[in-house]
């Protein structure tokens, strides 16, 4: 089992910049990717972030790129998101996900299904 814990939303201005994190517990060592989703009320939950952690290759969402970067601290078992330029749209529950099972080519970490662990999520709310 692992868990995940995230932190670090809250309420910003348009134009702001928050960094939110997720500490991982448990069997963090049988994790092979992480990655970040949000949604807001009323939409699906939306692919932002990922990271393999074999050789750290990221990913992103077209939305966020160049806005929002992902990042890793192995040493404290935490996955980080910096968000940058935010805007109203970005108003969401921002949530971490991590895979425990092995990757393969047929796997896409931009898909829910590729995670096994979700955390309880952080609000972000950006005020226009």
């Known amino acids: 089992q692992v868990q995940l814990v995230e932190s670090g939303g809250g309420l910003v201005q348009a134009g702001g910049s928050l960094r939110l994190s997720c500490a991982a517990s448990?069997?963090?060592?049988?994790?092979?990717?992480m990655g970040w989703f949000r949604q807001a009320p009323g939409k699906e939950r939306e692919f932002l972030a990922a990271m393999k952690w074999s050789g750290g290759t990221t990913y992103y969402a077209d939305s966020v790129k160049g806005r929002f970067t992902i990042s890793r601290d192995n040493a404290k078992n935490t996955l980080f998101l910096q968000m940058n330029s935010l805007e109203a749209e970005d108003t969401a529950r921002y949530y971490c996900?991590?895979?425990?099972?092995?990757?393969?080519?047929?796997?896409?970490?931009?898909?829910?299904?590729?995670?096994?662990?979700w955390g309880q999520g952080t609000q972000v709310t950006v005020s226009s």
């Open positions: 448990g069997r963090t060592f049988s994790t092979y990717a």
């Open positions: 996900a991590a895979r425990a099972r092995a990757m393969s080519a047929s796997v896409t970490v931009r898909r829910r299904e590729a995670y096994d662990y």
